[in-house]
């Protein structure tokens, strides 16, 4: 079975709301006023080499194909199979644009399936509706959180009301010089 790890920037008050850029009145936060670390980083590029898959909400798949398939940083993860979950979007939204191997997912049964499907890790990148749900459903087996010494005080939080309770177990955990803490967890099932 597949794993689906979770992989988010996220602030001290559990906001993983528009890191990179966007809408949201604090878009872009993860490189404002935060020292760039290279090795802070290097966590991303495992995780690109690890995966086999991505899976996005909706929200964040719209705000990346326009992005991604245009960042050499991104090359492996462009070359992968994406999914999209969403109950929305037309096939043609997703299939039709100029990222290769992209998919829409109805719904958590389909998740589940391809989850039960041979290959590597799934990531899920943003996404903090899909995840919540994808929580409920007991499909997430672990999480890889960078943690910014900020506190926003508005926005998407990872961890919504009434989602209820979910234990974890670190598996691996960093500290770097820009206040950047790394955690990795396992979802004790």
């Known amino acids: 079975m597949r794993p689906v790890v979770v992989t ?12 990179g850029g966007g809408e949201y009145e ?3 936060w993860t490189f404002k006023d935060i020292e760039f670390v290279p090795e802070a980083y290097a966590v991303k590029g495992r995780e690109q080499e690890e ?15 326009p992005v991604w398939p245009t960042m050499d940083d991104f090359a492996t993860y462009n070359a ?19 990222w290769a191997d ?12 391809l989850k039960e499907a041979d290959g590597g890790p799934i990531l899920v990148h943003g996404s903090a509706a899909p995840v919540q749900s994808l929580l409920a459903a007991g499909l997430v087996d672990g999480f890889t959180l960078l943690e910014f ?41």
């Not at 920037?9 to 890191?19: A, E």
């Not at 995966?51 to 194909?65: C, D, H, I, K, M």
């Not at 309770?165 to 955990?173: A, G, H």
Request: aromatic fraction near 6%; charged fraction near 25%; charge should be negative.
């Open 80 to 98: 992968m199979p994406k999914y999209v979950v969403s109950r929305t979007l037309d096939d043609a939204a997703v299939t039709d644009i100029d």
């Open 102 to 113: 992209c998919h829409v997912l109805r719904s958590l049964d389909e998740v589940a399936k």
């Open 51 to 65: 995966a086999s898959a991505l899976l996005l909400g909706r929200v964040t798949f719209e705000e990346f194909a």
């Open 149 to 189: 010494p900020v506190v926003l005080g508005s926005g998407k939080r990872l961890w919504a009301e009434g989602i209820g309770r979910t234990d974890l177990r670190l598996r691996n955990t960093e500290a770097y010089s820009n206040g950047i803490r790394l955690a990795e967890f396992d979802v004790v099932q």
């Open 8 to 19: 988010e920037f996220i602030s001290l008050d559990g906001v993983v709301d528009s890191p």
């Open 26 to 28: 604090h878009a872009g």
